[in-house]
C-alpha cells in the first residue's frame, strides 16, 4: 500500500534557482447553467481528462495575470517586474504540470471530490494519489464571462500552503534588491527569508536531488526564526525520515506545535504513526484529516492496515469494502484488503480478492507477493489453483 509521502515543491526549487456543494442534475440545454452546475462541470471534466492522460485542460485554467497580483499581494512592483515574474509563474506551472502528468502515466489518480467556501472564494477539492503519494489540490476558482471557469490559485496540501504563497515567498528577495527600504516593511520572518535566501534556495534543491543530509545540515544553520517557517520545518522533515527517525520524531513534535490544524501535519502524522507501528494514533490521524477534507472514503485505505494491525479484521475488511462501493476500481483498497485477508490466513478469501481485483480494477501486480504478508499464502494450494488459472501472470 502506497505511503504519504511529501513531495519535493518543485514550483519553489524552479522559481528560487532563476454549502454550494450541493448534487445537481445536467440542465436541459434550453435553460442556463447556475453557478454551481458549470463550476462542478468544470471540475468533472478536469478528473475526466486527468484520468485520460489528458493534462491540458488543467494547465490552460490557470489564471496567470490573477495568480501573480495574488502572489505580490501587498508587495509594491514596478510593471517590468510583475510581468517578468509572471513568466516565472508560468515556467513553474509546466514543472507542476509535468510531474503531475508523470504521476498520472505511473497510474496515478486525480478525483474531484466537491465544491466549497473558502473566504468567500469557491473552491473544488481534489485527491491525487500515485508514485508521490496521497496529496489534496484545493482550486480557488472563478467564473468568468461566458461561464468560463479559471484557477486563479491552488491550496497543496503537502505544502501546507496556496501557490500564490509559495511565490510570494520567491518573490521577496527579488522586490527587496530593487527596494531597499522594503525590507523594513517585512515581517520577521520574511526579512530572515530575504537574509537567508542562499540556504532556503539550496533547501529545496537539495530535496529535488535526495541530497536529504546536506538538506538538514542547511536547516542547522539557520536562524532560529527561520526554522520555524513551515516551508523550511517541512523540508527539514522530509530530509530527516531518510537520515535520523529519532530526530524525524521530534520536528514532527515541533511541527505539530507550530501549526496543528494543517493537512500537511496530518499527511506526515499517517506516515510517522505508520513507520512507529502506532495503529491508535494512525486511526485518529485518519479520522483528523477525513474531517479536514470535508470527508474522503478513499482514506479507508488507510483505515484497512491500521485496524487489521490492532486485531480488528471484521472492521478492517468492512472499511475497505466501504471505499470500493464507491470506487470500484480501487487499486489501494484491493491491496490493503489483500493484505488483512493474508495477515488473517484466510487463504480462500485472498484468492476470492485476487479474483476481484483482476476482474475490476482490470490489473494485478505480481510483484505483490513478494510482500513478506504473503510469504504463507504463496504456499497454498488456493495460490496454486489462482496461478494455474492465469498463466500470463509471472509471480516467480
Known sequence: ???????ATLIFAVLASRAFAADTQPAPATQPLTAS?????????????MSAGDISGFRK?????????????????SPNLRRQFGVGVNSGLD?????????????GGYAFLRLHIVKGELRAMFRMTGKTGLNYHDMVLK???????????????????????SYHRVLLPLVAEVDKGALARLTEGESEYVKNIGGARDMGLKVLNKDYSGVHAIYEGLPVSLQSEQIVMLYDLQSLVHIDLKLYAQAMDRYEKAFPDSPSLSLLRIDSTMLAKDWTGMLATIDKLDKQVGGDIFLNVFRVTALQSLGRGDEALAAGEE???????????????????AMQKNWVG??????????YSGKFLPTMTLDPVFSEFIKTQEFAEFESDHPKLKFR
Open 37 to 49: 452546475q458549470v463550476v462542478r462541470e468544470f471540475a468533472q471534466n478536469i478528473e475526466a481528462e
Open 323 to 341: 471505499c470500493l462501493k464507491v470506487y470500484p476500481h480501487c487499486t489501494e483498497a484491493y491491496v490493503a484488503l489483500l493484505q488483512a485477508l
Open 350 to 359: 485472498t484468492k476470492d480478492m485476487m479474483e476481484r481485483m483482476l476482474a
Open 61 to 77: 485554467a490557470f489564471d496567470i495575470p490573477t495568480l501573480t497580483t495574488r502572489a505580490f499581494g501587498d508587495l509594491d512592483a
Open 95 to 107: 514543472q507542476l504540470v509535468t510531474a503531475l502528468a508523470d504521476n498520472m502515466k505511473s497510474g
Open 1 to 7: 500500500m502506497r505511503r504519504c509521502t511529501f513531495p
Open 143 to 165: 467564473v468568468g464571462p461566458g461561464d468560463t471557469v479559471r484557477v486563479v490559485d491552488m491550496y497543496i496540501a503537502t505544502t501546507g500552503e496556496e501557490l500564490s504563497d
